[in-house]
């Protein structure tokens, strides 16, 4: 069963008004809400148990590395990771996408050779690759979409050789919503013997993932899009891939032993977290995903598809509106343009109704310039939504069409 009165009483900040109006957000493609017991779970290490981890020999740093510990723990179970050594916490996605460009990419990456993207990729799944494409002299591909918002497949295929080093891919869009075929991207990927990067920022809060099924050799997402605090992440990444790549940064925690003449680096994954981590940040992203399996993906999709199916139907019948990513595969995000308003008006109208949207280009310029549009807006749906809630949206489009009109 599917109590959407408890779930919404779990997230402490929907229950405000704005403008008068109750808040209604459905801009959890940006970033989710969290509920009380996220919020809970750091208040609870800064109150209680905050120290270093892996350092102090007191009962403090023992508590806190315990719970860091943990965290991971819950994390590569969630992701059915092989151990925890293969999950590295990061300051979130855009991180961890830097740290494998610029570890992986710089040790194995060489003029010539060739580093394939979509053209539905977040900008930060597609600048670093561009940077050390011009830092080696690589070259950067692009796989085309379709008018739906789909990768075209066979020309994805079409663009993979010898020399193709490397494949990143978004699991979901966030521009588009659209859902990626990434297990059979990743098999044809392997075929070439190109290594593959799987950004599931916007994935992992709506689809089960399976990394072991996958045999995807990096997964990054970022915990605030997950229930999560924001400036934590993870990079999942295969441990003889990771065991083979020199550091990211340099400093403490990341070493076994220093000398002047020469350093001796740590082992996973603790070669990769130099410096103090986000202590509470990984817990409460721990603390986050055993919400989400409390409820469990079944629910989630079934619920988060059906809210999806009905905001589709209003769009589809909604004079002057043109939907931005119609994919046969897609999830929680319905973006659009209406004739005659500017996304950002459309955002700002909206505000004053009470309803929390994004407009803009959602960091997808590409996207942006494939469908001919400066911007969109952008309706994002979680868990918490309602059908009233999508109710109250196309209401406030409504009334901003008329003002425009
Ligand atoms: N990739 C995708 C698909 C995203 O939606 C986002 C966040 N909008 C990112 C990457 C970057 O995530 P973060 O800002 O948390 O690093």
């Not at 011009?134 to 591909?141: P, W």
């Not at 605090?229 to 076994?256: F, H, K, N, W």
């Not at 055993?290 to 629910?299: A, C, P, S, T």
Request: proline letters at 3%; charged letters at 20%; aromatic letters at 8%.
């Amino acid at each position: 069963m599917f109590d959407i009165e408890a779930i919404r009483n779990d997230f402490p900040i929907l229950g405000q008004q704005i403008y008068g109006k109750p808040l209604v957000y459905l801009d959890n493609a940006a970033t989710t809400q969290k509920p009380q017991c996220v919020i809970d779970a750091v208040n609870h290490y800064y109150a209680c148990d905050n120290a270093n981890v892996h350092r102090g020999v007191h009962a403090l740093s023992e508590r806190a590395t315990a719970d860091y510990e943990a965290a991971r723990k819950i994390i590569a179970g969630f992701f059915n990771a092989r151990s925890e050594r293969e999950v590295i916490f990061t300051r979130g996605t855009t991180e961890a996408i830097n740290l494998v460009a610029s570890a992986w990419g710089g040790a194995n990456v060489r003029a010539g050779d060739e580093v394939v993207i979509t053209h539905m990729e977040h900008h930060s799944n597609i600048v670093p690759w561009q940077m050390l494409c011009e830092r080696v002299g690589a070259t950067l591909k692009v796989a085309p979409i379709n008018e739906q918002g789909e990768l075209i497949i066979d020309a994805f295929e079409a663009l993979l050789n010898e020399h193709t080093k490397f494949v990143g891919v978004v699991h979901m869009s966030n521009a588009l919503g659209t859902i990626n075929p990434v297990a059979e991207i990743i098999a044809k990927a392997h075929a070439v013997g190109a290594t593959v990067l799987v950004d599931g920022a916007q994935a992992a809060a709506h689809l089960a993932v399976d990394l072991q099924a996958l045999d995807a050799d990096f997964y990054v997402t970022s915990a605030h899009k997950m229930y999560g605090p924001t400036g934590v992440g993870v990079l999942i990444g295969r441990e003889s891939i990771l065991d083979a790549m020199p550091p990211y940064q340099g400093g403490g925690d990341m070493i076994r032993m220093v000398t002047f003449e020469k350093t001796e680096y740590n082992e996973l994954p603790y070669k990769f977290e130099a410096g103090t981590p986000h202590i509470a940040g990984a817990i409460g992203f721990g603390k986050a995903i055993e919400y989400i399996q409390g409820i469990g993906f079944d629910l989630i999709g079934k619920r988060e598809k059906e809210l999806l199916a009905y905001a589709t139907a209003k769009a589809e019948s909604f004079d002057g509106l043109r939907q931005i990513g119609t994919a046969g595969e897609k999830a929680c995000v319905l973006s659009f343009v209406l004739a005659g308003v500017h996304p950002h008006d459309l955002g700002t109208i909206v505000d004053r109704e009470g309803v929390a949207i994004r407009a803009g280009h959602h960091c997808a310029m590409p996207v942006m310039q494939f469908f001919k549009v400066p911007a969109t807006a952008r309706a994002s749906f979680s868990i918490y939504n309602t059908k009233a809630e999508v109710d109250t949206l196309f209401a406030a489009l409504q009334k901003a069409q008329a003002i425009f009109a």
